[in-house]
């Protein structure tokens, strides 16, 4: 499937660093979502947007900080974080708010 | 906020045979309710949904049931096959930025 894509699909960083997650979406939708999957909380949703403008984020702490430049791509950015933020981030759209998403393949995230 | 609770955490069937997944959730207002499979090292796929004016939805071995007033919807899978074994998980949410998710159920199916 290459509906979305995430990229990278792997990425290893220190407390200290500044990174991005990117996600692109083919598929003309106008709804983007960043989850959070780890075994502590299996599947987590963390920012919504629609039609490029953010509509809730749910408690999540400032070290991560998410922009849509466009209704095709979504990014993550990352800075400072902590060892137990290492997850999988998946990235979802959706036709509008409400409709079925999909999701994409996921960045591994690990934090030394 | 809305907290969802599912059960059980692992369930083992033989193939052929039914399975059954429950989630219950708190809030009275949660009006959306969809089911997602997840197989191992693939991303999550929503199977099947089912909103609040609904009381039950199939689709082909895929059914899901909603009480209300208990608070708590169920997954239903028959004769089910050995590439029904996945991870699967629940959600309920008002607005599509509230949306909770179960702990998940692994599901094995042996042949």
């Known amino acids: 499937e290459t509906g979305v894509t995430q990229t990278p699909r792997h990425l290893v960083m220190g407390m200290t660093n500044k990174k991005s997650l990117k996600c692109e979406q083919h598929l003309g939708h106008n709804a983007m979502y960043w989850y959070k999957q780890s075994a502590k909380k299996p599947l987590e949703l963390m920012f919504v947007?629609?039609?490029?403008?953010?509509?809730e984020n749910n408690s999540v702490p400032s070290r991560f900080s998410p922009e849509c430049p466009n209704s095709s791509h979504l990014f993550l950015h990352l800075h400072t974080l902590q060892p137990e933020d290492s997850a999988l981030y998946l990235c979802a759209s959706s036709q509008v708010l409400g409709d079925e998403q999909y999701f994409g393949p996921g960045t591994r995230l690990t934090v030394t | 906020g809305e907290n969802v609770e599912q059960h059980p955490s692992t369930l083992s069937v033989q193939e052929g045979d039914s399975a059954v997944i429950k989630c219950t959730y708190s809030d009275s207002a949660s009006n959306y309710f969809p089911w997602y499979k997840q197989e191992l090292g693939k991303r999550p796929q929503l199977i099947i949904d089912i909103r609040s004016n609904v009381g039950e939805k199939k689709d082909q071995r895929i059914a899901v049931t909603l009480n209300k007033t208990a608070k708590h919807f169920s997954l239903h899978i028959t004769e089910t096959q050995p590439e029904d074994s996945a991870v699967y998980f629940c959600?309920?949410?008002?607005?599509?930025?509230?949306?909770?998710f179960g702990a998940g159920t692994r599901l094995t199916v042996k042949p």
């Open positions: 947007y629609s039609l490029e403008e953010r509509v």
């Open positions: 959600a309920a949410s008002i607005q599509w930025y509230d949306m909770r």
